[in-house]
């Protein structure tokens, strides 16, 4: 018996980067997928890899700011497979900018994507994993444990994630609901590979973010995210999980 098996997860970001390998690695433990993403092409793609492993997949490309498509989709995906086991926030951006350049629309896109997509889609699917004792996986960041420079959007909206994790951790405590958070260093996706680099930085300050042991493979954390999500993990509720290389040791 694999670890997912005939479970229904709901994984955002899932048209590349840990959200892909998230959903790939969940179809492989046996689970039927509701998968959103933003690159219709590329989430066809990943549908078809998904489907490949067995798995029922499902779709919807919907802006995570907007609570009523937040709504529309969890309905979506309960109608499609008739429940939800797991809701996988994997959506992410991380942009750097000098702190005295964000714009105002550049500071609210950060936190709609990075925090309140999140909130909109857990409080739209927390009835339905109430009913079948299911859980929420949050991926927020190390930049939510600690500062990261030319990074104040990202960091403020990922602290925030995990905040708002183990609140909601907290106020369902006495359900079977679990609510956990995952926070990677760095991994080789696209967001990293395809990074804007502002004129006039301190790389030094930078690489402050960097692990020792290098980049990680997406596919090390989404294997995480998958056992968090399963009923082998049971016992977790409001943990923080750190994957990254043994960068936050010290």
């Avoid at 709901?10 to 433990?29: P, Q, V």
């Amino acid at each position: 018996m694999s670890l997912l098996t005939n479970k229904i997860a709901f994984i955002t970001g899932a048209s590349s980067g840990l959200g892909a390998a998230t959903a790939l690695e969940m179809a492989r433990e046996g689970a039927n997928l509701f998968l959103a993403g933003r690159n219709q092409k590329a989430l066809a793609d990943i549908k078809q890899q998904a489907q490949a492993l067995g798995a029922k997949v499902d779709t919807a490309s919907f802006d995570v700011a907007d609570p009523d498509a937040c709504a529309a989709a969890v309905a979506q995906c309960i109608d499609y497979f008739g429940g939800l086991d797991a809701l996988v926030n994997a959506a992410g951006v991380h942009r750097f900018y000098h702190a005295t350049d964000v714009t105002t629309e550049q500071w609210r896109a950060d936190l709609d994507t990075n925090l309140s997509g999140p909130f909109f889609l857990s409080q739209a699917a927390i009835p339905t994993l109430l009913e079948r004792k299911g859980n929420i996986v949050n991926v927020a960041s190390i930049a939510g444990l600690q500062g990261q420079a030319y990074s104040a959007a990202y960091c403020a909206a990922k602290h925030g994630l995990i905040g708002m994790t183990r609140s909601l951790a907290l106020e369902y405590s006495h359900s079977d609901l679990r609510v956990n958070v995952v926070c990677p260093g760095g991994m080789d996706t696209p967001q990293i590979t395809h990074l804007q680099i502002p004129e006039g930085i301190d790389f030094d300050l930078m690489m402050r973010s960097a692990a020792l042991r290098g980049m990680m493979d997406p596919s090390q954390v989404a294997s995480v995210i998958a056992f968090i999500a399963s009923d082998k993990a049971s016992a977790i509720h409001g943990s923080v999980y750190t994957v990254d290389q043994g960068k936050t040791v010290g």
